[in-house]
Each structure stands twice: as C-alpha cells, then as structure tokens.
C-alpha cells in the first residue's frame, strides 16, 4: 500500500492530495538549479502527496504518524526559497501550511500581531496596517512567502538597518516538534528563562520542527518618509560613508550601497558613468527624520559623496518587490543566481575586490556585480549576482557551482559569512562546517538528532 494510502486510512481527517498537478508543483522551491534540472529533463521525482493541515492538532496527528513510520517530512510554505530548501523525494510527504492562513490578534497597546505559519507576508503585512501598524520586514518576496518561512529561513527584510531582521521581530512561536510535542516559546518582551527557545527554530530551515504560529512585535506606522541619494566614486568611499553613518547613531531603515555595474543596470537615468550609487530611506518622528536627512548629507559630503537624484530611491521603492522568473534566461543559455553574504568593516571592501575577480575568472561569465543591503554597527552585507552563457548548456551547472565557490570561498578568506538571510539549504550545506567550526557543527548534528533521532524532517537540508 502507498504511503498516501496508509496516510488516508490511519487519518482520515487529513487532507491528503495525490493529484499530479499537485504534486507537480511541490517537488521542489525556486533554487534555480531545479529549474534548470526540469529544463534539462533531471527533474526531482514528486513527492508521495501533499497534505494541507487545517490546524494544530492535524499536524501533531501528521508528524506522529510519520515518525512511528519513519517518513520524511518536508515543510512547505509558498515555495519561494532560491537556496533548495525544498526538494522532495518519492517517499516523503510535502507539509503544505497554506490552510494554516489566519490572522490572529492584533494589539495595538502591546504592538503585537499572531498569525498562523501559513498567512501570507503581504497580507500579514496589510492586517496590520489597518490598525495603523506596521511589522517593518519586507523582504523582496513578501508576495511570495510566509511568515512561517520567515522564521524557518531567518529572513531579512529591506529595512532591516532600521527596524531589525525577523529574529528581531518575532515576539513568540509555536511549533510542533517530530515526536508531535507541541512548544511555544516567548511570554513576555524579554526574559532570562535559560537559553532563548526561539531562536533554536529560528532558522532551522524545517530540520527540527513544523513552525506553526508566529507572535511578531508590531512599530506605529512612520509618521514621515523621506529618502536621499549619493553618487559613490568607489566601492571603499561607499562603505566608509555607511560605516561612519550607522557607527554615528543613525538608523536610516535602508541603506543600500551598488557597484557601477548594477548602478547603470538599475538606474541608467540617474547615475554617472562608472560610479556607484548610495540610496537611503528614512522613516520615522517628522522631526527625526529631517535631522537624520540632514546630519547625513553632512556626513556623506565629508566622505567625498555627492548628491544624485533622489528620483532613484523612489524608483527603487516603486519596483523593489520584483521577482524575476529564472526560466527565460535559463531558456536562452544563461545561469544566474544572487549569493548574499556579510562581513566585519574591516574585511569588507577586501572580500567584495577578491569576490568579483574570482567571479570574473570563471569561464563564460558575462556579469560580476554587488551591492550592499543591510547595515549594521559592525559590519555590512554584500549581495552579488552573477550570470554565465556557457557554450553548451551541458556546463551551466558547472559555471554555476564554480560562481558559488568563487564567491563562498572568497568570503571565508575574509572573515565573511557564507549566508546573510536565504539559508543554507542544499546549496551551501558543503561549506557550513567552515563557518560554524568542527565544534560548532558538531554540536548542530547533536541538537538535530536529539530532537528528530529519526532525521524524518527535511532531510538533506542544512545538514
């Protein structure tokens, strides 16, 4: 008997789905890499079904039943993780959270906001703006995601130099661990209760548990908004600007810094030739945010940056939550990806020169570029996007994994992390030991096993 059928039989109440199409459109996220393998007819094989939870108690019948049965379990949310986070098997069952889709209470005293795993982030993000609220996490695929993926990935959002990421934001969770106990973790604003139970799941990209409801800590909406920009002459002026800008007490809630190649790519109408471009947003208290636009400028010019169109900032927010479908570069030969990473100020302009001439001296590559996204007091991140139109498609793969080691590498060299906010997933699961040492991992594989000694929670993930 399958594994949907025993399903059905022993859990009646489940929504269990076997339809092609259904399964179809769970076997893998949005890692470019499975879309080249369905291109090149690799295809990973369907899962054994989708089941849709309709609540707790469905997912605790769900998970007990798959661990006395000793079937792997893969989370799944809206598919848009770009790391393969989600990449199923013909004998594991994909965990869709898309019933899971109600708001909770919304408490504008507290500014707290509940949601189960499966709401939307633009549709979280819209019930709380009735209330004159705001959760402050936009990521790019906030049409695209859920708040549960947030958690599972430890996501950032483009205003994080400002308002945090969302291990910042998440007030408490609620999720369901392999043996079916249920956890809720955070009560109160701060606690010293031991070790923060939260920020175990946080991250755990689906290895150690199903994330079933979220509490997230809410900010009134700005009052104002008003945005900035600076033509950059170089990559180092950039950086020392935001260095001296957020290290000065400032807290702009985006500060995005682009190299000279994406400059002209982005913003063909605003920057000058070879020279990069700093945007800035501020949200705030009116009076605030005037004396930061204003001390800013000061700052800026101090640094040697000058001021460039501010039709640039607005340009960017207009067209910031776009997603691009991999399938029609893929269609035309080329691989493309973003590796987003981050490092101390010190190593920073180092690992961006070392990264994009690694990227360069890969064969076929015809785009090595970066820019910067989240600031922090002490240090920065780095995303860089690169393409490559092989030949023969035969060697995309190839050009793809060497544009990862060249970046991944380059970023080890220079006291980098290897992930800012998309996770490890699968695509850099090899270089995770680097980062967190033979130690730290060590201790990683022993979290994992003592709470999923089976392993039945997304396999092949992290670990």
């Known amino acids: 008997?399958?594994?949907?059928?025993?399903?059905?039989?022993?859990?009646?109440?489940?929504?269990?789905?076997?339809?092609?199409?259904?399964?179809?459109?769970?076997?893998?996220?949005?890692?470019?890499?499975?879309?080249?393998?369905?291109?090149?007819?690799?295809?990973?094989?369907?899962?054994?079904?989708?089941?849709?939870?309709?609540?707790?108690?469905?997912?605790?019948?769900?998970?007990?039943?798959?661990?006395?049965?000793?079937?792997?379990?893969?989370?799944?949310?809206?598919?848009?993780?770009?790391?393969?986070?989600?990449?199923?098997?013909?004998?594991?069952?994909?965990?869709?959270?898309?019933?899971?889709?109600?708001?909770?209470?919304?408490?504008?005293?507290?500014?707290?906001?509940?949601?189960?795993?499966?709401?939307?982030?633009?549709?979280?993000?819209?019930?709380?703006?009735?209330?004159?609220?705001?959760?402050?996490?936009?990521?790019?695929?906030?049409?695209?995601?859920?708040?549960?993926?947030?958690?599972?990935?430890?996501?950032?959002?483009?205003?994080?130099?400002?308002?945090?990421?969302?291990?910042?934001?998440?007030?408490?969770?609620?999720?369901?661990?392999?043996?079916?106990?249920?956890?809720?973790?955070?009560?109160?604003?701060?606690?010293?209760?031991?070790?923060?139970?939260?920020?175990?799941?946080?991250?755990?990209?689906?290895?150690?548990?199903?994330?079933?409801?979220?509490?997230?800590?809410?900010?009134?909406?700005?009052?104002?908004?008003?945005?900035?920009?600076?033509?950059?002459?170089?990559?180092?002026a950039g950086f020392a600007a935001q260095r001296e800008m957020v290290q000065s007490g400032w807290v702009p809630v985006v500060m995005r810094q682009y190299d000279a190649v994406e400059s002209a790519r982005s913003f063909p109408d605003e920057v000058r030739a070879d020279q990069g471009l700093l945007v800035l947003v501020h949200e705030g208290p009116a009076g605030r945010v005037s004396a930061e636009k204003a001390d800013l400028a000061k700052l800026a010019g101090r640094a040697g940056l000058e001021p460039a169109p501010e039709s640039a900032v607005h340009h960017w927010l207009a067209h910031r939550n776009q997603v691009p479908h991999w399938n029609e570069l893929l269609g035309k030969r080329i691989i493309v990806d973003t590796i987003e990473v981050a490092a101390p100020w010190r190593s920073i302009e180092r690992l961006y020169a070392e990264a994009i001439a690694a990227l360069r001296a890969v064969p076929d590559v015809i785009n090595a570029s970066a820019h910067s996204s989240h600031v922090y007091r002490t240090g920065i991140n780095l995303y860089f996007s690169f393409a490559a139109r092989p030949l023969h498609a035969e060697a995309m793969r190839d050009r793809y994994e060497a544009c990862w080691r060249a970046v991944l590498e380059s970023t080890l060299a220079n006291e980098g992390g290897i992930s800012h906010h998309h996770g490890i997933g699968r695509v850099r699961r090899a270089y995770l030991e680097r980062e967190l040492g033979h130690g730290g991992l060590a201790l990683l594989r022993r979290i994992k096993h003592t709470i999923d000694p089976l392993g039945i929670m997304n396999p092949g993930v992290l670990l």
Do not use: K
């Open 1 to 236: 008997m399958s594994v949907a059928n025993e399903l059905s039989r022993a859990l009646p109440f489940l929504t269990v789905m076997t339809d092609p199409a259904e399964l179809d459109c769970h076997r893998h996220d949005y890692w470019v890499l499975s879309h080249l393998d369905d291109l090149q007819e690799r295809s990973a094989p369907p899962p054994a079904c989708v089941v849709r939870p309709a609540n707790v108690d469905h997912v605790v019948a769900l998970v007990q039943w798959c661990s006395a049965n000793r079937v792997a379990v893969v989370p799944f949310g809206l598919g848009s993780g770009v790391v393969g986070g989600v990449l199923a098997r013909p004998d594991a069952i994909v965990l869709d959270m898309g019933a899971m889709n109600r708001v909770g209470a919304i408490d504008p005293e507290n500014l707290r906001a509940s949601f189960e795993a499966g709401v939307g982030g633009l549709a979280a993000e819209q019930a709380v703006a009735r209330c004159g609220l705001t959760i402050g996490h936009w990521p790019q695929s906030i049409a695209v995601s859920t708040v549960g993926g947030w958690v599972a990935t430890r996501s950032s959002g483009q205003f994080s130099t400002g308002y945090g990421n969302i291990e910042d934001i998440v007030y408490a969770l609620d999720a369901v661990l392999p043996d079916g106990t249920v956890v809720s973790a955070g009560r109160t604003p701060r606690a010293s209760s031991g070790p923060d139970l939260r920020q175990l799941l946080i991250g755990s990209e689906g290895t150690l548990g199903v994330i079933t409801g979220v509490t997230l800590a809410l900010r009134r909406a700005p009052e104002q908004q008003q945005v900035s920009a600076w033509h950059v002459p170089a990559m180092a």
